[in-house]
C-alpha cells in the first residue's frame, strides 16, 4: 500500500436530469458503476453543457452519498479540455483518461488496487482483462455498447411519439447478439458437460454448481427458471463462489469421443456471453431507460425476448440492486411487459445494413503479381525518388538516454532501426513546427516519438495519445526522467481527442489507424508527418471501406472478383517487402502529399 495515493479528479458532462438518470447516459453509466464498485476513491465533477444548472438539482438525488461537484467547462484541467467527457486526471498531473470504455475500466482497476479483497471486481474485465478493450472505430462490439446504445437510446427518449419508432436498430442488433452462439475460453469442457446433461435429461445434476446444487437435485426439485440450464448455473456459480473449487463429474466416454462439431452451442447468459462484465453495467442504465419509456408509451416489447430474459437475469447478480437503488433506478419487472399475443411478434432481424459486419466470403484466386501488372498497365506504379534529405540524422550520443527509443523496452537491433526512424520524422516535423505549435502523436506506443520531439522542441506542446495504458505510462516515466514540462497523456482512443492542434504525427500506426489519423489531421486542417505500417491488417470497419481509392476500385473490378481481396493481396505483398524501405516516409504539407516507394499502397487510401 502505498504512503499517499494521487487524488484523482472525474469529469462527467451533464446535459439535463429525467427520472432517475443523468443524461448523456455515459454519465449515467459512470456513476452506476461507481456505485456497484462503492468506489469513492475519485472527486467527481459535473460539467454541464448548458447554462445556468442550479447545484441543487443535480448535486443531489444522484448516487446515494456519492459527493458530486459542479464545474464549467472552461474550468477544466486543459488537458481535459481537448478530450470528450467521461474523463480521469490526476490532480495537477497531465496524464488523462478519456472515453466510456477506458474511464471505467480504470475505475474497476482503481478500486481493486485500493481493496486486493474484491477480486470478483476484476472479472467484470473478463478473459484476459479484454472487455470493451478493443477501440469502437475497428470493433463492433466496443461500438455497439460504447456509442451506438447509448446514443440509440437518448434519440428514442427525446423523439416525439409520432417520430418515434417501434425499436431502434441498434436495440434490434443487440437483440440478434444475444441469440448467436456464445464462444469463451475453454468452451469445449463446458460444451461437453451440456451434452452429457441433454444425454441425461431431467435427471441428470447440473455438474458446475457444487455442493448445494446436488444436494438440491438429490431432492427431487428441478427448477423451471431459466437458471436451471447448464449456462447459467456456470455463470452464477462464478459469481456466487468464485474462489470455490467446481465438483465436476468427469464424463462417460462417450461423451469424451464425441466430435467438436458435434458438441451443442452455448447460449447467452451475460451480454459478452457466459460472465457477468463491465459490459452489463454499461448496457444496464441503457436498456432500463429504454424499457422505462417503452412501457409509459404502451409499446410492445414481446420482439425482445432475450433483451428481456436478460435485464431480469442482470438483476439476479448480487449487488445490481444496490447499486441501483443508490442511484434511484426503479428496475422494473419484466413479466407484465410479455403479455401481448404471439402473433404481434415482429421480424427482429430487420438490422440496416451499415450496423451489419462485413461478411465478404468472395474469394481472389491469384496472386499480387498479376495485379501488380493490371496496375502497371494503367499507369499506376512506383516511382524511385531520392531521399530528400540525406543527412537528416539525430546525434542520439549526446541526448540523453531517456530519449533514446532503447529505454522503451525493445531490443538492440529494433532500437537502432526506430533510431533511423526517428532521424527522417522528427527533421521533417522540425521543418513543419513553429514555436507554440501544438504536436499530436497519435497512436504513440511509448511515446518513442513524442518524447524526442518534446525533448528536441522545448517551444512546442506535444500531446501522446495511445489507447494501452502500459505503453502510454512507459512513456510518462520516461518523460518524468526527463523533467519535460511540455507533454501531455491521453489514454483515449482517436475519436475522443477533439483539441486543435498544428501537426500530426504518426510512426507505424497499424492498419486502418493510419487513416484515422488522416482523417483527424485534415479535419483539422492541421499539417501531418506519418509512415504507415501493416498494410496487410487492414480491414473494412465502420468508418472506412477499401480500397478508397476511385481509381483503384475501377482497375480492379475484376467480374467476379471482390476489389477488397485484390487489394488485400497487395497489403500482404507490401507488408512482407516494407521492413527493408524503413528509412523512406510519407511527409506532407497540409494536403499536399510526397509520396516514396514505401508508401505505395498509400495510393490504395486516397
Known amino acids: 500500500m502505498k504512503d499517499s495515493v494521487a487524488e484523482e479528479h472525474l469529469y462527467l458532462a451533464f446535459s439535463h436530469q429525467c427520472r432517475d438518470s443523468i443524461f448523456p447516459l455515459h454519465t449515467s453509466i459512470s456513476l452506476f458503476l461507481l456505485s456497484y464498485c462503492d468506489c469513492k476513491l475519485f472527486k467527481v465533477f459535473l460539467v454541464p453543457t448548458g447554462e445556468d444548472v442550479g447545484d441543487q438539482c443535480v448535486t443531489k438525488n444522484l448516487a446515494g452519498d456519492l459527493e458530486v461537484h459542479l464545474i464549467s467547462r472552461c474550468q477544466l484541467p486543459v488537458v481535459v479540455q481537448s478530450c470528450s467527457l467521461p474523463a480521469v486526471v490526476v490532480k495537477d498531473d497531465k496524464f488523462c483518461r478519456a472515453g466510456l470504455s477506458v474511464v471505467l475500466r480504470h475505475i474497476i482497476q482503481k478500486t481493486f488496487e485500493a481493496d486486493p479483497s474484491k477480486k470478483d471486481l476484476l472479472e467484470l474485465l473478463g478473459f484476459k482483462k479484454t472487455c470493451l478493450k478493443a477501440c469502437a472505430e475497428v470493433s463492433q462490439w466496443t461500438r455497439l455498447c460504447e456509442i451506438s446504445i447509448p446514443l440509440a437510446v437518448e434519440r428514442f427518449l427525446t423523439a416525439s411519439p409520432e417520430h418515434c419508432q417501434a425499436i431502434p436498430p441498434d436495440i434490434l442488433l443487440l437483440e440478434r447478439k444475444l441469440g448467436e452462439p456464445v464462444r469463451v475460453h475453454n468452451d469445449d469442457k463446458i460444451r461437453r458437460q451440456k451434452l452429457q446433461q441433454q444425454k441425461a435429461g431431467a435427471k441428470a445434476a447440473v455438474p458446475v454448481l457444487g455442493k448445494e446444487a446436488t444436494e438440491e437435485s438429490k431432492t427431487g426439485e428441478v427448477h423451471e427458471h431459466p437458471s436451471s440450464s447448464l449456462e447459467l448455473s456456470v455463470a452464477f456459480s462464478k459469481l456466487l463462489a468464485p474462489e470455490a473449487p467446481d465438483v465436476v463429474n468427469r464424463e462417460a466416454p462417450h461423451i469424451r469421443r464425441a466430435k467438436t462439431s458435434d458438441l451443442p452451442l452455448l447460449d447467452h447468459v451475460f451480454a459478452e456471453g457466459l460472465y457477468f462484465t463491465v459490459a452489463d453495467l454499461v448496457l444496464l442504465p441503457c436498456i432500463h431507460q429504454f424499457l422505462v419509456s417503452s412501457k409509459k408509451q404502451g409499446k410492445n416489447l414481446v420482439n425482445l425476448p432475450l433483451i428481456s430474459s436478460w435485464y431480469r437475469r442482470v438483476q439476479e447478480v448480487p449487488g445490481v440492486k444496490k447499486a441501483a437503488g443508490k442511484c434511484n433506478m426503479e428496475l422494473l419487472q419484466l413479466p407484465e411487459l410479455m403479455s401481448a399475443p404471439e402473433e404481434q411478434l415482429q421480424d427482429s432481424s430487420s438490422v440496416p445494413d451499415e450496423l451489419e459486419e462485413d461478411n465478404d466470403d468472395s474469394h481472389f484466386i491469384g496472386g499480387p503479381r498479376p495485379t501488380m501488372t493490371k496496375l502497371m498497365e494503367n499507369g499506376i506504379e512506383a516511382k524511385f525518388s531520392p531521399h530528400p534529405c540525406p543527412s537528416w540524422t539525430l546525434d542520439w550520443t549526446s541526448l540523453p538516454s531517456a530519449v533514446s527509443p532503447g529505454e522503451g523496452k525493445m531490443s538492440r537491433d529494433r532500437a537502432l532501426r526506430k533510431q533511423q526512424q526517428l532521424n527522417n520524422l522528427v527533421a521533417a516535423v522540425k521543418k513543419l513546427a513553429k514555436p507554440g505549435d501544438v504536436i499530436v502523436d497519435f497512436c504513440s506506443g511509448g511515446g518513442h516519438v513524442g518524447i524526442v520531439l518534446a525533448y528536441m522542441m522545448p517551444s512546442c506542446q506535444v500531446v501522446l495519445i495511445e489507447n494501452k495504458e502500459l505503453s502510454l505510462i512507459r ?125 505505395w499502397a498509400s495510393l490504395l487510401r486516397v
Open 475 to 599: 512513456a510518462k516515466d520516461r518523460s518524468d526522467e526527463l523533467g519535460l514540462n511540455n507533454i501531455w497523456f491521453i489514454q483515449a482512443n482517436l475519436d475522443y481527442f477533439n483539441g486543435t492542434f498544428n501537426i500530426g504525427v504518426a510512426l507505424h500506426a497499424c492498419g486502418v489507424a493510419t487513416d484515422m489519423v488522416i482523417e483527424h489531421c485534415l479535419r483539422a486542417r492541421a499539417a501531418f508527418v506519418i509512415s504507415p505500417c501493416c498494410y496487410g491488417f487492414i480491414q473494412n470497419t465502420v468508418k472506412f471501406k477499401y480500397p478508397r481509392s476511385h481509381q483503384f476500385k475501377e482497375i480492379l473490378s475484376y467480374k467476379g472478383s471482390s476489389v477488397w481481396d485484390l487489394w488485400i493481396w497487395i497489403g500482404h505483398g507490401l507488408q512482407k517487402n516494407i521492413t527493408t524501405l524503413s528509412k523512406l516516409y510519407l511527409w506532407s504539407q497540409r494536403v499536399v502529399l510526397q509520396r516514396t516507394i514505401c508508401l
